[in-house]
């Protein structure tokens, strides 16, 4: 959270102030390109407030877009102003950090405990880096040997079944199999694969996106699941 107020939250004032005198926002009409491009504003504006969301006080909120619509003095002295917002945001970011290496320590230790159950089942093979596959269906062509590009299908999801991506709902993708193009773990994965092969894998965090995640549903220390199908190494 920034300390001044962006511009694109001055532009969604009007919006805001406009849809507090109806009787609920559920009910705001999104019917023409204005209203749609407006609630798309506000989308924006809600996701850059998340993390401020439980101390964000609405009226006070409103109270402050309404005075900067009419041009009216700040009920706040400037410097106090400053001051209050520079604290606000910084207490705002510590409290984000700390929660998100909380989240860090618990999706770790839930990866490590999944994957030491998920290694002793029949079929589940585990690799020097710690990536376990199991083959759905072996291939009969020609592998990739990293530098290729490859054609395949894949789905994606974490450790609780959540989906995250898939090229299921359209042509099948292509990827690079060099190293660096994609997550060391998702590369290993191809590597084990020949052209018409089938295979699940589970991809620890170390090899995937880390400590950092990877926005939206990837947190931080996510173990993920893949399923790959390989058509075509691209010559």
Known sequence: MTVRMSATLIGVSVVLVACSNSASFENAALDSDDQKASYGIGLNVGQQLVDASERLD??????GIEDALQGSEPDIEGTELQAV???????????????????????????????EENGQRDGVMTTESGLQYEMLREGDGVSPTGGEDVRLHYRGSLIDGTEFDSSYEGEPVVFSSAPGRLIPGFTEALLLLSEGGHIRVWIPSDIAYGPNGSGGVIGPNETLIFEIELFEVVE
Request: aromatic letters at 8%.
């Open 58 to 63: 609405r009226a006070a909120f409103m109270r």
């Open 85 to 115: 917002l520079q604290q606000f945001g910084q207490e705002i970011q510590e409290a984000a950090a700390e929660q998100r290496a909380l989240q860090s320590e618990e999706n770790l230790a839930e990866g490590q405990a999944f994957l």
